[in-house]
């Protein structure tokens, strides 16, 4: 009779931990959301990661001058809002030996601006 409570007290417990509660029945609904929904943003990735392995030399030039043409499509590829441009070029400066030597870096760090 004693081994229901401390079930019980085990259970709640393991609830109380931010365990996932939401409704089961709608997991194909959130799975089918999020195969849609995080389509745009992959896809934005990739063309961004295939822009910045064919066009290093030149953001990394960019980057250094303050802007260009080459670091201004990455932006733009990214989505990346205008105003905001500057501040991150200056971001992306104070880190140049690091994207300069690493490519998934540069492109996660014109990314972020974009959120």
Do not use: W
Request: charged residues 15%; neutral net charge; hydrophobic residues 50%.
């Amino acid at each position: 009779m004693r081994l229901f409570p401390v079930l019980f007290l085990m259970t709640v417990a393991a609830c109380s931990e931010g365990g996932d509660l939401r409704n089961p029945l709608a997991l194909p609904a959130r799975a089918l959301g999020q195969m849609f929904g995080d389509g745009p943003s992959a896809r934005t990735r990739g063309q961004l990661e295939v822009f910045v392995k064919t066009n290093h030399p030149a953001l990394i030039t960019d980057i250094q001058r303050g802007g260009g043409d080459t670091l201004n499509t990455a932006f733009d590829l990214a989505r990346v809002p205008v105003p905001a441009r500057a501040a991150h070029t200056l971001q992306l400066q104070s880190n140049l030996a690091l994207y300069d030597a690493n490519l998934d870096a540069l492109t996660a760090a014109i990314l972020v601006a974009s959120v």
